[in-house]
């Protein structure tokens, strides 16, 4: 039942990287879509701060090559990385690209 789901999953994990003869912790964001099985890796950053997280999630919904644009469905924890920022991304209608070809053309 859940497989038919149009959801995504986003989640973060930590890797430990040797940099320049120190151990450096870079973060990683990836999103699991359920229905296809597919994982894309959405970026990582040694300090996910919440301009990095947003431009993620613009990235993320871009209405023409967005890999969760066609999600009905968002999962995610209650990790902190998710700022409200990146939660809007969700939320905010996304325009259609013909309306803003339009818009331009006037």
Known sequence: MIERMNLSIHAFTTVDVWCRHRLVTVYVLFVIELKGRRVHFAGLTPSPDEAWI??????????????????????????????????????????NPSDCLRALRI
């Open 54 to 95: 947003r431009q993620v999630g613009r990235n993320l919904t871009d209405p023409i090559v967005g890999f969760v644009r066609e999600k009905r469905f968002c999962l995610m924890d209650r990790d902190t990385k998710f700022t409200a920022a990146f939660q809007r991304c969700w939320t905010m209608p996304v325009p």
